[in-house]
Protein backbone atom coordinates (compact mmCIF):
# COMPACT_ATOMS: atom_id res chain seq x y z
CA UNK A 1 0.00 0.00 0.00
CA UNK A 2 1.17 3.59 -0.38
CA UNK A 3 2.09 5.82 2.37
CA UNK A 4 -0.54 7.48 3.99
CA UNK A 5 -0.21 11.06 5.38
CA UNK A 6 -2.78 12.36 7.96
CA UNK A 7 -4.33 15.82 6.81
CA UNK A 8 -4.15 18.44 9.25
CA UNK A 9 -4.31 18.61 12.97
CA UNK A 10 -7.40 15.34 11.92
CA UNK A 11 -6.81 12.17 12.48
CA UNK A 12 -7.70 11.40 8.44
CA UNK A 13 -5.06 10.98 6.06
CA UNK A 14 -4.62 10.56 2.49
CA UNK A 15 -2.67 8.02 0.05
CA UNK A 16 0.07 10.24 -1.51
CA UNK A 17 -1.41 8.93 -4.49
CA UNK A 18 -5.02 9.76 -4.42
CA UNK A 19 -8.02 8.52 -7.32
CA UNK A 20 -9.33 11.47 -8.64
CA UNK A 21 -13.28 10.65 -9.49
CA UNK A 22 -14.48 13.27 -12.64
CA UNK A 23 -13.21 11.07 -15.13
CA UNK A 24 -15.43 8.04 -14.01
CA UNK A 25 -18.60 10.92 -14.02
CA UNK A 26 -18.01 10.91 -18.20
CA UNK A 27 -15.80 14.22 -18.14
CA UNK A 28 -15.99 15.00 -21.68
CA UNK A 29 -16.21 11.72 -22.39
CA UNK A 30 -19.02 8.68 -21.57
CA UNK A 31 -17.62 5.29 -20.39
CA UNK A 32 -19.11 2.63 -19.48
CA UNK A 33 -19.91 1.27 -15.69
CA UNK A 34 -17.42 -2.24 -16.36
CA UNK A 35 -14.63 0.48 -17.50
CA UNK A 36 -14.94 2.79 -14.32
CA UNK A 37 -15.77 -0.43 -12.20
CA UNK A 38 -12.42 -1.37 -13.62
CA UNK A 39 -9.98 1.29 -12.90
CA UNK A 40 -11.17 1.78 -9.27
CA UNK A 41 -10.91 -1.89 -8.70
CA UNK A 42 -7.16 -0.96 -10.42
CA UNK A 43 -6.75 1.84 -8.05
CA UNK A 44 -6.99 -0.76 -4.86
CA UNK A 45 -5.07 -3.23 -6.05
CA UNK A 46 -2.32 -0.85 -6.81
CA UNK A 47 -2.25 0.31 -3.22
CA UNK A 48 -4.38 3.71 -3.68
CA UNK A 49 -6.39 3.82 -0.99
CA UNK A 50 -7.75 7.49 -1.17
CA UNK A 51 -10.72 8.32 -3.49
CA UNK A 52 -11.82 11.34 -4.32
CA UNK A 53 -15.64 12.55 -6.01
CA UNK A 54 -18.14 15.39 -5.66
CA UNK A 55 -22.33 15.29 -6.31
CA UNK A 56 -20.81 17.74 -10.04
CA UNK A 57 -19.02 14.77 -11.22
CA UNK A 58 -21.68 13.32 -13.43
CA UNK A 59 -24.69 14.80 -11.93
CA UNK A 60 -23.87 12.11 -8.92
CA UNK A 61 -22.64 9.01 -11.65
CA UNK A 62 -19.00 9.15 -10.06
CA UNK A 63 -20.23 9.18 -6.55
CA UNK A 64 -22.66 6.04 -7.45
CA UNK A 65 -19.77 3.85 -9.45
CA UNK A 66 -17.61 4.64 -7.11
CA UNK A 67 -19.43 3.00 -4.07
CA UNK A 68 -20.29 0.41 -6.39
CA UNK A 69 -17.06 -0.59 -5.91
CA UNK A 70 -15.97 0.46 -2.34
CA UNK A 71 -18.60 -0.09 -0.31
CA UNK A 72 -17.36 -3.48 -0.84
CA UNK A 73 -14.15 -3.03 1.12
CA UNK A 74 -12.98 -2.93 4.61
CA UNK A 75 -14.32 0.67 5.33
CA UNK A 76 -11.39 1.38 8.09
CA UNK A 77 -9.09 0.67 4.89
CA UNK A 78 -10.00 3.42 2.87
CA UNK A 79 -10.81 7.39 2.63
CA UNK A 80 -13.48 8.69 0.45
CA UNK A 81 -13.60 12.63 0.09
CA UNK A 82 -16.58 14.58 -1.51
CA UNK A 83 -17.85 17.96 -1.61
CA UNK A 84 -20.88 20.31 -0.54
CA UNK A 85 -21.70 23.63 -2.13
CA UNK A 86 -23.77 21.98 -5.35
CA UNK A 87 -27.18 20.21 -4.72
CA UNK A 88 -28.83 18.28 -7.25
CA UNK A 89 -32.77 18.68 -8.09
CA UNK A 90 -34.59 16.94 -10.37
CA UNK A 91 -35.17 18.21 -13.61
CA UNK A 92 -37.56 17.34 -16.61
CA UNK A 93 -35.69 19.49 -19.37
CA UNK A 94 -33.73 16.48 -21.19
CA UNK A 95 -30.90 16.93 -23.20
CA UNK A 96 -27.48 16.08 -22.16
CA UNK A 97 -24.96 17.87 -19.19
CA UNK A 98 -22.38 18.38 -22.08
CA UNK A 99 -22.36 22.35 -21.15
CA UNK A 100 -20.93 21.96 -17.54
CA UNK A 101 -18.48 18.68 -19.28
CA UNK A 102 -20.26 15.73 -18.36
CA UNK A 103 -21.35 13.16 -21.15
CA UNK A 104 -24.59 12.32 -19.09
CA UNK A 105 -28.30 12.65 -19.20
CA UNK A 106 -29.53 15.93 -17.66
CA UNK A 107 -31.77 14.16 -15.04
CA UNK A 108 -30.86 16.76 -12.65
CA UNK A 109 -30.19 20.42 -12.17
CA UNK A 110 -27.07 22.24 -9.87
CA UNK A 111 -28.19 24.60 -7.36
CA UNK A 112 -26.11 26.31 -5.40
CA UNK A 113 -26.61 26.22 -2.06
CA UNK A 114 -23.90 26.80 0.77
CA UNK A 115 -26.21 27.02 3.46
CA UNK A 116 -25.91 24.94 6.90
CA UNK A 117 -29.03 23.08 6.11
CA UNK A 118 -27.71 22.73 2.16
CA UNK A 119 -24.50 21.12 3.11
CA UNK A 120 -26.36 19.13 5.60
CA UNK A 121 -28.16 17.92 2.86
CA UNK A 122 -26.19 17.62 0.12
CA UNK A 123 -23.91 15.22 2.70
CA UNK A 124 -27.13 13.12 3.02
CA UNK A 125 -27.24 12.87 -0.96
CA UNK A 126 -23.73 12.17 -1.27
CA UNK A 127 -23.98 8.74 1.09
CA UNK A 128 -27.31 7.66 -0.36
CA UNK A 129 -25.66 7.35 -3.59
CA UNK A 130 -22.33 6.37 -2.49
CA UNK A 131 -23.94 3.77 -0.66
CA UNK A 132 -21.76 4.48 2.61
CA UNK A 133 -22.22 5.31 6.19
CA UNK A 134 -19.44 7.93 6.16
CA UNK A 135 -17.27 10.03 4.07
CA UNK A 136 -13.92 11.00 5.75
CA UNK A 137 -12.98 14.51 4.23
CA UNK A 138 -15.97 17.19 3.29
CA UNK A 139 -14.55 19.79 0.83
CA UNK A 140 -16.56 23.18 -0.04
CA UNK A 141 -16.86 22.98 -3.38
CA UNK A 142 -15.94 26.34 -5.73
CA UNK A 143 -17.07 28.68 -3.70
CA UNK A 144 -15.95 31.39 -5.75
CA UNK A 145 -18.97 33.95 -6.01
CA UNK A 146 -20.21 32.47 -3.07
CA UNK A 147 -17.43 33.50 -0.62
CA UNK A 148 -19.17 34.86 2.65
CA UNK A 149 -22.13 32.13 2.73
CA UNK A 150 -19.43 29.67 2.54
CA UNK A 151 -17.86 31.12 5.39
CA UNK A 152 -20.73 32.42 7.31
CA UNK A 153 -22.58 29.48 6.87
CA UNK A 154 -21.24 26.57 5.31
CA UNK A 155 -17.94 26.18 6.98
CA UNK A 156 -19.50 26.44 10.81
CA UNK A 157 -21.93 23.63 9.24
CA UNK A 158 -19.11 21.18 8.15
CA UNK A 159 -16.97 22.56 11.55
CA UNK A 160 -20.01 20.90 13.62
CA UNK A 161 -19.89 17.48 11.73
CA UNK A 162 -16.37 17.05 12.56
CA UNK A 163 -16.74 17.97 16.39
CA UNK A 164 -19.86 15.54 15.99
CA UNK A 165 -17.44 13.19 14.22
CA UNK A 166 -19.73 12.78 11.45
CA UNK A 167 -16.54 13.29 9.18
CA UNK A 168 -13.04 13.11 10.30
CA UNK A 169 -11.89 16.45 7.64
CA UNK A 170 -12.76 19.56 6.51
CA UNK A 171 -11.73 22.11 3.75
CA UNK A 172 -12.32 23.53 0.51
CA UNK A 173 -11.23 22.80 -3.17
CA UNK A 174 -10.45 25.45 -5.34
CA UNK A 175 -8.75 26.13 -8.41
CA UNK A 176 -7.55 29.68 -7.28
CA UNK A 177 -5.03 30.35 -3.95
CA UNK A 178 -7.05 33.68 -2.83
CA UNK A 179 -10.19 32.77 -1.01
CA UNK A 180 -8.54 29.02 0.13
CA UNK A 181 -5.98 31.63 2.10
CA UNK A 182 -8.78 33.65 3.39
CA UNK A 183 -10.15 30.42 4.76
CA UNK A 184 -6.53 28.88 6.02
CA UNK A 185 -6.06 32.26 8.12
CA UNK A 186 -9.40 32.77 9.16
CA UNK A 187 -10.96 29.22 10.11
CA UNK A 188 -9.56 25.73 11.23
CA UNK A 189 -10.14 24.10 8.14
CA UNK A 190 -8.03 20.70 7.68
CA UNK A 191 -6.89 20.67 4.04
CA UNK A 192 -6.76 22.48 0.71
CA UNK A 193 -7.69 21.04 -2.65
CA UNK A 194 -5.71 23.01 -4.97
CA UNK A 195 -6.61 22.21 -8.53
CA UNK A 196 -3.89 23.30 -11.07
CA UNK A 197 -2.37 26.22 -8.76
CA UNK A 198 1.56 24.44 -7.51
CA UNK A 199 2.44 22.70 -10.91
CA UNK A 200 5.12 22.82 -13.56
CA UNK A 201 3.37 25.44 -15.36
CA UNK A 202 1.95 28.05 -12.79
CA UNK A 203 3.19 28.31 -9.20
CA UNK A 204 1.06 31.06 -7.77
CA UNK A 205 -0.05 28.94 -4.72
CA UNK A 206 3.01 29.55 -3.42
CA UNK A 207 2.98 33.47 -3.53
CA UNK A 208 0.51 32.97 -0.41
CA UNK A 209 -1.58 29.90 0.18
CA UNK A 210 1.19 27.08 0.57
CA UNK A 211 3.50 29.40 3.07
CA UNK A 212 0.34 30.05 5.21
CA UNK A 213 -0.56 26.70 5.11
CA UNK A 214 2.86 25.71 6.34
CA UNK A 215 2.28 28.10 9.00
CA UNK A 216 -0.46 27.14 10.43
CA UNK A 217 -0.91 22.88 9.79
CA UNK A 218 -3.13 22.99 7.12
CA UNK A 219 -2.16 20.45 4.65
CA UNK A 220 -2.57 21.13 0.17
CA UNK A 221 -3.87 17.74 -1.86
CA UNK A 222 -2.53 18.97 -5.12
CA UNK A 223 -4.81 18.39 -8.03
CA UNK A 224 -4.91 19.56 -11.20
CA UNK A 225 -1.20 18.70 -11.66
CA UNK A 226 -1.47 18.21 -15.68
CA UNK A 227 -3.93 21.66 -16.05
CA UNK A 228 -6.10 20.11 -17.98
CA UNK A 229 -3.80 17.26 -19.98
CA UNK A 230 -1.46 19.83 -21.15
CA UNK A 231 1.41 18.50 -18.85
CA UNK A 232 0.36 14.92 -19.95
CA UNK A 233 0.82 14.97 -23.74
CA UNK A 234 1.41 18.54 -24.95
CA UNK A 235 0.77 18.77 -28.57
CA UNK A 236 -1.67 21.29 -30.85
CA UNK A 237 -5.15 20.97 -29.57
CA UNK A 238 -3.98 20.26 -25.85
CA UNK A 239 -5.85 21.89 -23.34
CA UNK A 240 -5.28 24.02 -20.04
CA UNK A 241 -7.29 24.97 -17.55
CA UNK A 242 -10.26 24.03 -19.27
CA UNK A 243 -9.62 25.37 -22.81
CA UNK A 244 -7.72 25.24 -25.56
CA UNK A 245 -4.16 25.60 -24.92
CA UNK A 246 -2.26 29.27 -25.27
CA UNK A 247 0.66 28.98 -28.00
CA UNK A 248 3.15 30.01 -25.37
CA UNK A 249 1.82 27.47 -22.90
CA UNK A 250 2.18 24.82 -25.23
CA UNK A 251 5.45 26.20 -26.23
CA UNK A 252 6.53 26.23 -22.87
CA UNK A 253 5.30 22.32 -21.98
CA UNK A 254 7.03 21.01 -25.08
CA UNK A 255 10.26 22.70 -23.90
CA UNK A 256 9.18 20.85 -20.11
CA UNK A 257 9.20 17.82 -22.60
CA UNK A 258 12.26 17.64 -24.12
CA UNK A 259 14.17 18.58 -20.57
CA UNK A 260 12.54 15.56 -19.22
CA UNK A 261 13.19 13.15 -21.76
CA UNK A 262 16.69 13.86 -21.62
CA UNK A 263 16.93 12.65 -18.71
CA UNK A 264 14.57 9.67 -19.60
CA UNK A 265 12.10 10.82 -17.56
CA UNK A 266 8.23 10.89 -18.40
CA UNK A 267 6.84 14.08 -18.24
CA UNK A 268 3.70 13.27 -16.88
CA UNK A 269 5.99 11.51 -14.16
CA UNK A 270 8.08 14.84 -13.25
CA UNK A 271 4.56 17.00 -13.29
CA UNK A 272 3.08 14.20 -10.71
CA UNK A 273 6.13 14.45 -8.45
CA UNK A 274 6.72 17.72 -8.41
CA UNK A 275 4.28 19.46 -6.23
CA UNK A 276 5.83 16.70 -3.12
CA UNK A 277 9.37 19.40 -2.79
CA UNK A 278 6.38 21.68 -0.80
CA UNK A 279 6.16 20.60 3.18
CA UNK A 280 2.54 21.69 3.02
CA UNK A 281 2.19 19.08 0.17
CA UNK A 282 0.09 15.80 1.58
CA UNK A 283 -0.82 14.25 -1.53
CA UNK A 284 -1.47 14.54 -5.03
CA UNK A 285 -5.33 13.41 -6.53
CA UNK A 286 -5.10 12.29 -10.33
CA UNK A 287 -8.04 11.97 -12.80
CA UNK A 288 -8.01 8.29 -14.39
CA UNK A 289 -10.22 6.34 -16.47
CA UNK A 290 -9.17 3.40 -17.06
CA UNK A 291 -7.20 0.41 -15.53
CA UNK A 292 -4.36 1.23 -18.40
CA UNK A 293 -4.45 4.89 -16.90
CA UNK A 294 -4.36 3.70 -13.71
CA UNK A 295 -1.22 1.38 -13.70
CA UNK A 296 0.99 3.72 -15.63
CA UNK A 297 -0.03 6.68 -13.30
CA UNK A 298 1.25 4.38 -10.05
CA UNK A 299 4.37 3.67 -12.43
CA UNK A 300 5.45 6.94 -12.94
CA UNK A 301 4.70 8.51 -9.70
CA UNK A 302 7.02 5.79 -8.30
CA UNK A 303 9.58 6.50 -10.67
CA UNK A 304 13.15 8.42 -9.28
CA UNK A 305 13.39 12.19 -10.68
CA UNK A 306 17.15 12.91 -10.71
CA UNK A 307 17.87 16.11 -9.03
CA UNK A 308 19.85 17.16 -12.12
CA UNK A 309 16.51 17.22 -13.67
CA UNK A 310 14.59 19.94 -11.61
CA UNK A 311 18.36 21.91 -11.89
CA UNK A 312 18.00 22.01 -15.93
CA UNK A 313 14.25 23.02 -15.41
CA UNK A 314 15.59 26.06 -13.84
CA UNK A 315 18.50 26.88 -15.83
CA UNK A 316 16.18 27.06 -18.94
CA UNK A 317 14.18 29.46 -16.61
CA UNK A 318 11.03 27.83 -16.58
CA UNK A 319 11.06 27.34 -12.97
CA UNK A 320 12.44 30.22 -10.49
CA UNK A 321 14.79 29.03 -8.27
CA UNK A 322 12.73 29.35 -4.58
CA UNK A 323 10.31 26.87 -5.85
CA UNK A 324 10.76 23.23 -3.95
CA UNK A 325 10.18 20.09 -6.43
CA UNK A 326 9.48 16.56 -5.28
Not at 100 to 114: E, K, L, S, Y
Not at 206 to 234: H, K, Q, Y
Request: proline share 5%.
Amino acid sequence: MMKRVPLGGSKTWTTELSFGGAGIGNLFTAISDEQAAEAVEAAWESGIRSFDTAPHYGLGLSERRLGAVLRGRPREQFTVSTKVGRLLVPSDQGGDDLANGFAVPATHRRVWDFTGDGVRRSLEDSLNRLGLDRVDIVYLHDPDDHADQALQEAYPALERLRDEGVVGAIGLGMNQTELPTRFVRETHIDVVLLAGRYTLLDQSGLVELLPEASRRGVSIIAGGVFNSGLLADPKPGSHYDYAAAPQQMLARALRLQELCEAHGVPLRAAAARMPFGHPAVAGVVLGMVSAAQVHDAVEQFHRIIPHALWDDVRSAGLLDEDVPCG
